[in-house]
């Protein structure tokens, strides 16, 4: 059984182009974090917040090191003039994976902003 040219570029274009958006939503939020940082607010985040946080930024960690790993191997195969099955694995492979990390940022994102968020604990008197 064989893949749809077509499908398969709309699916690599479509996890580009959202890698693309998540990386620099990402960005922002972590920008706004460290702004809150330096400028001495205090967040509160529960045990179980930063437990699932520190998994899910643990996972994504590790998909982009199997993500990176992948690149790598492609690059093994040398220029060639037509695309072979093992190719069209790889490329299958590469954007599982990148379907996953999009799907794990935008929950982290998503986490970050809870944070950002949040009400300041008030200081007891």
């Not at 958006?21 to 809150?36: F, N, P, S």
């Not at 003039?81 to 998503?110: C, M, P, Y």
Request: glycine share 6%; aromatic share 8%; net charge positive.
């Amino acid at each position: 059984m064989g893949f749809s040219p077509t499908m398969d570029r709309r699916r690599v274009f479509g996890a580009s182009a959202k890698f693309a958006v998540r990386a620099r939503e990402y960005q922002e939020v972590m920008a706004e974090w460290e702004r809150k940082r330096r400028a001495g607010e205090t967040m509160t985040i529960f045990r179980s917040e930063a437990d699932e946080i520190a998994a899910r930024l643990k996972m994504t960690d590790d998909l982009w090191n199997q993500i990176q790993l992948l690149y790598e191997q492609s690059g093994k195969t040398g220029k060639k003039s037509r695309a072979t099955k093992r190719d069209d694995r790889l490329i299958g492979r590469g954007v599982a994976l990148l379907e996953r990390l999009n799907d794990l940022q935008r929950a982290n994102i998503r986490q970050f902003r809870t944070f950002l968020t949040r009400p300041a604990p008030k200081a007891k008197s």
